[in-house]
C-alpha cells in the first residue's frame, strides 16, 4: 500500500506535543486526516477533527484507511492492535523501544485482521505532491519533489538525504518508504520493493540501507528479477563487527549482515552500490536513460 490523497488517516495520539504538530503538517500538505484518538479527551475537536476514545469508536463514526501512531512504547502494542481490529489497512508505526514481544503480538495481529504494519520505527511514508504520513519533511520543496523514483530507507535522516541528492540532481520522487530501523519490523524491504516495481508511477528504485540483519539480501534476491533499475547505498561501511549504529536493527552478530555481504549480494544482484550516497544519481540515471530500463542498460 502506497498512501495516497484519497486515503483516509487516524492519528493515535494526535493531542500530544508531537501528534499535533505534524498532524497539522500532514493537513496542510493534503493528507486526509480523518479524525484522532485520546482516551481523556473522547468527543473533543482537535486540529479540526473528531477525538475518540479508541480506533474501534472512530471506526463507527467514520471509517479510516491508515492509523498512525504517536504512542509511547508501552502504549504501543495495545494501539496497535486496537488499529488493526478496528480494520486499518496499514499501521505506521513511528514509535521505537517497544518491547520485542510486544512487538511480536502486534505482527500476530496484524496478520490476523489483514493489515500492513510499518515500522516500528520508522519515519513514515510521502507521497509527494499528494500526501505523507510520518515525521519526514515532505513539505520542504527542496527535498521532496513528485517524480519517478522510489525510496527506500530504514533509516529517515538517511532517506531525507537520499531525496534531496535526487532532487538536487532534477529528479523527484515516486515514493519515500520508510521500513523502519528496528530488528523486527512489519514491512521488510524487500516487501517495499515488491510494492515499488508493482507502482506504475516508479520508474526506478533507491535502496538506502544499514549494516545489520539481511534485509538487503533478501531484497537482492528480489531485485534480481526486476525490470526497473535499482540503486543502493549500504551505511556502516567502517562500523567495527558488533557495533550497534543508530538503529537497534543496525548491529553485526556473526559473520552475517556486514557491508561487504551485502554489498556482495546486491551487486550479484545486478543492483548498482554507491560508495557515497551523491553518487547515486549517477549510477542510476544513465540506467533510467536506456529504453527498456535495467535489462537494456545491462545488455
Known sequence: MIVRRHHRVLVQGITGKQGSFWTAAMQAYGTMVVGGVNPAKAGTTHLGVPVHASARAAAQAAPFDVAIMFIPPLAAKAAALDACEAGAEMVVCLTEHIPAQDVMEMLAAARANGTRIVGPNTAGL???????AGIMPAFNPRVFQPGRIGVISRSGSLGTLVALI????????????GVGGDP?????????LEILDADARTEAVVIC???????EEEAADYARGMAKPVAAFIAGRAAPPGRK?????????????????KRSALEAAGVAVADLPSQLPGLLLPRLAQPGGRQAAER
Open 184 to 192: 523486527i519490523v512489519g514491512t521488510t524491504t524487500r516487501e517495499a
Open 126 to 132: 510521502v507521497t509527494p505532491g499528494e500526501a505523507f
Open 245 to 261: 549504529m543508530g538503529h537497534a536493527g543496525a548491529i553485526v552478530s556473526g559473520s552475517g549482515g556486514d557491508y561487504a555481504s
Open 209 to 215: 540501507g544499514e549494516i545489520g540483519g539481511a534485509a
Open 166 to 177: 535526487l532532487t538536487q540532481a532534477g529528479e523527484g520522487q515516486s515514493v519515500f518508504y
